[in-house]
């Protein structure tokens, strides 16, 4: 039997397990809803769709469409209200493109939570969805996303009605013949009042060497704290202003750390189904290096590569209501080096995160 055969076979059966646990946690729920005592079957399903078809023709950036839809669903296991232990898959398959070439990532983690309600920790392959806030362009690029669905490692939270505190730990890949050794460290918090907000974001990035070679060192780290405003009037109207300080280490060739810094101002206006946001980068590159190492190294838009960089999504919401999110969006980029480039999207995501009465945190992908 082929590869293709076997791994079609064993993503069918996963997949076919995953249901039929859905199916009887949603016919035992009600046996097992007023039971603290007793484990409960639990269950969470996602599905992504996104077209983005990106018209680029600057340096920093391929031109490209990416068109695929990804089902996320799981599994779990609840006990005493304050312990899960979730089983699930994460299958992309790419439009244009035979079944066999579908992605397959696996989900699996365990989640404590005490009755407070506001601490959260999970160990495991975690989806990024879980996530407080999306985090910046900068610091994880859509592209990569897609593709990369999940924290593998560890996610520490803190949440209250004005603040949220992520920290994790994403162990991306362990040395092999074949592969260096990759992992970062992230911590993301902001507080916010009526009128006002402030936070920071502090994130080191490590690539080492691959199994038995001496391929040398790289270390990418930033630090960058913001403040902004939000204001009573449309649905949505914040300004944010940041200073972003990135250090940079090739330990390959050269013993000496560089540093480069910059500004950025963030504009978010909503009203209704209709929204603007704006993203200005005036500083220094923040990948000097990118063109040797790519996203082995960096996470974020390759954009910000650029000393003046600027982003302005014009988009709709097609449909939006508590387990459905659909919007198009049209994405001008423009940088001082190359000019406007330009870039449209629709992606929907359908979630039954708040029809299983969990948490409702940010949606990936929500603008």
Not at 187 to 200: I, M, V
Request: glycine share 4%.
């Amino acid at each position: 039997m082929s590869i293709h055969c076997r791994m079609k076979n064993q993503i069918t059966k996963i997949l076919s397990l995953v249901l039929m646990l859905i199916f009887h946690a949603e016919a035992s729920a009600q046996n097992t809803e007023n039971s603290t005592s007793k484990p409960a079957f639990v269950y969470q399903v996602e599905a992504l769709s996104y077209f983005d078809n990106r018209e680029y023709d600057a340096d920093f950036q391929s031109a490209q469409t990416l068109f695929a839809t990804r089902l996320s669903p799981e599994i779990g296991l609840q006990v005493q209200d304050h312990h899960r232990l979730m089983l699930g898959a994460h299958y992309t398959q790419h439009m244009g493109r035979p079944f066999e070439s579908g992605d397959f990532v696996p989900t699996l983690y365990y989640r404590y939570q005490p009755s407070d309600e506001h601490f959260r920790m999970y160990l495991g392959a975690v989806p990024y969805t879980q996530l407080s806030e999306d985090l910046p362009a900068y610091a994880l690029y859509d592209s990569i996303a897609y593709v990369h669905p999940n924290i593998q490692g560890a996610l520490l939270q803190y949440q209250n009605d004005n603040l949220f505190v992520d920290a994790f730990c994403d162990w991306r890949s362990l040395p092999t013949d074949t592969q260096r050794e990759a992992f970062r460290l992230l911590l993301n918090a902001c507080y916010q009042d009526s009128y006002f907000h402030a936070g920071a974001l502090l994130s080191m990035n490590h690539l080492a060497s691959r199994k038995f070679q001496k391929n040398g060192v790289c270390d990418d780290a930033f630090v960058n704290p913001t403040c902004g405003i939000d204001l009573p009037w449309l649905d949505t109207l914040s300004l944010t202003a940041g200073y972003i300080l990135a250090y940079q280490w090739d330990r390959i060739r050269s013993s000496q750390a560089s540093f480069s810094q910059g500004f950025m101002i963030d504009f978010h206006a909503r009203w209704k189904r209709f929204a603007l946001k704006n993203s200005l980068y005036l500083g220094e590159n923040l990948q000097p290096l990118y063109p040797q190492l790519g996203n082995a190294l960096y996470l974020g838009d390759p954009f910000y590569q650029s000393s003046f960089y600027n982003r302005c999504d014009i988009y709709c919401y097609l449909i939006q209501n508590k387990f459905v999110n659909c919007l198009f969006s049209w994405n001008l980029h423009y940088t001082k080096e190359f000019g406007w480039d330009h870039q449209q999207q629709l992606i929907c995501r359908f979630s039954t995160e708040t029809l299983t009465k969990s948490k409702n945190l940010r949606n990936l992908f929500e603008k």
